[in-house]
């Protein structure tokens, strides 16, 4: 109660210091101002929206590419899931894409659900399509190019409605994502523009990036520059953070095998700033990695794994698991990424590939339509300089921005909740 | 013979090793050594090595996290495939049924009754490290539990401030020094090592001879104790497996496994 007390005080000085900004109301209520603490922590009780305990959740399989045979080394792999619930009456139905490296059964994913539940949507969830799950069954090649990966994510959906269309009774359709879902959205709803299966009514992105590769950048920056002693001393800094954890754990979880709950026990101490911030590019780093080693596999390898090699259910992945740990997104990028590219389109020049990476390039698109909506924070790691102010300018009265809450930290706020539904529900324009 | 499934698919949050007979170790141990999985891959064609090799990204000598002593690791991958289909088709079908039937109440008086009967080899591990402290404390939560918590129904004692001492004999031997071991992964049981097995052995031959199974000395007790202990372990194991949504996850749960005795035996150095 003492903190608590303390984090107000803190907090309300902070506000004080600061020009109210645009959009959010007044009484916006955040705890954590530094944004490496909020994007990690999980928002205390009080501070958060209140949510149904249980909604009828419907999972399903879909199979975009069913004669696709599934490597060996991959065996826990049967079909893409999908989520959905479903209203008992006719409503709009909410596709929520999962941002990068996540399921569609992550913690944030199942409360954004019941937020969008609550306020009257059906909601069908989506895995990113840079998770493993998504790579092995429904990629249909090298992940990682927006434009490419909302083509596959417009078949999981159109495939994804075809198996649930006849539970629920749609008016019409919406899509909302955040992080790297938010990114992927507008780019599927620009592919929506052209073959309107969904003709989406409102669209909103919840922190996006704005340049998929700088985001990419600064997050593997948090990692390499804050291991003290540079990456070398890699093992020494996280064997340091793993016993001071299980100090203060008064039980390690097994489920800390996953990012979210890592942060959760790791909250309990007094972290420094930049463990915080080393352990979040770590987590984007290990997300990539994985990412990465999955697209190698099903693309005949070459990059990590040697061609024409089969690993199988029994195969060590040790070595693998090295070389992909000590390998980032801007890495796979240059040295494969971009290289595959040209292949496959003599004369794609770096820059060219580039724009498919940035929401500046659909700029003209994103200002011109009054479906879209942006929810964001000021202090988002995630972002570069001038990327706030560039969102401003381009969403203008559509954007929700709040002065503080991290990379997604706010989420469940009552003022960021409100702003998510309020302008899904918003009226037509 | 007692065949008690202690199933810790990652047993990271173990707290004892309680259970397992012995008889039922042994073969397992001979199965592993009889082993023939291969841990290499197969080869199709000429094969060329990838753009980014292991011998160009790591220096000769570095320590990697991930590099863990796994001799057996062909075995190993495939008990880990034959654990995850074991816990999706059988286990956690009777412990959610278990969880749906039991209401949350009661189902926290069935861990600490098997956690009190269990302080038993808490109480020898902690007497062999010739850690008095925690060998006291553990006499006296038993003996606190047992009476006013009725029958360790309710901990008791942990309410006076006496948390529980958990030791193993896997820690007792690491705490003298021997060494891990090859890693290996049991069937049904999970995560574990050359060490930490026979720790897994000796403490499931403690509660057979002088531990509780000892005391009740009667078939049907036992078999109702060895299925209610497996039940409720499961019940509070909150792994998943597939949930690091890694191509990686046998990898990351070795190195954690690891990582967490080490440490553990770190903890029963610095207690004396």
New interface residues.
Partial sequence: MKRLLALTLLLLSFLAARPAAAAPPQSYFYPFVNPYEATVMELPKEFEVRLPDEVPVHEFVVRPFPKREIPEVFWYENGLVCSLVAQDHKAPLVFLIAGSGSRFDVPRMLKLQKVLYQAGFHVISLTSPTHMDFVVNAASGLPGIATDDAKDLYRVMDLAYQKVRKRVDVSHFMLAGYSLGGFDAAFVAKLDDQEHRFNFRRVLLINPPVCLYDSVSALDRLLVENVPGGMDNFDNWFRGVFSQTMHLAEAWEPGGLSGESMYRTYKRMQPSESNLAALIGLTARMNAADMIFTADVMNGGGYIVPKNVRLTSTTSLTRYAIVAYKTSFVDYFEQWLFPHYQKMEPGLTREALLRRETLRSLEGYLKGSRKFGLIHNEDDIILVSGDIEYLERVFDDRAWIFPSGGHMGNMFNPDVVSAITGFLKGKEE | MKKIADHM?????RGKGTGGGGRFLVPLLLLVLLSA??????????????????ED???PG??????VN?SV???N??SY?FN?YFDEYLYRPVVRGYEFIMPNYLEDRVSDALDNLGEITNLTNNLMQFNLKGAGVTVSRFVINSTIGIGGLWDQAKKMGLKRQTEDFGLTLGHYGTGSGTYLMLPVLGASNVRDTAGLVADAATVDYIGPLAWLNDNTATYAYAGVYAVDRRHR?????????????????RT?YT??RD?DI?QTKEKK
């Fill in positions: 698919p990652c047993s990271l949050s999985c291969s841990s290499m891959p197969k080869v199709t064609g000429p094969v060329e090595p990838p753009l980014r090799r292991y990204l790591v220096k570095q320590p990697n996290m991930l590099d796994d690791e062909g075995f991958r495939g495939r995850y194991t909150p792994f998943r497996y597939r949930q690091t949504g890694s191509p990686f996850e046998y990898e990351l749960i954690l990582m967490k440490y770190e």
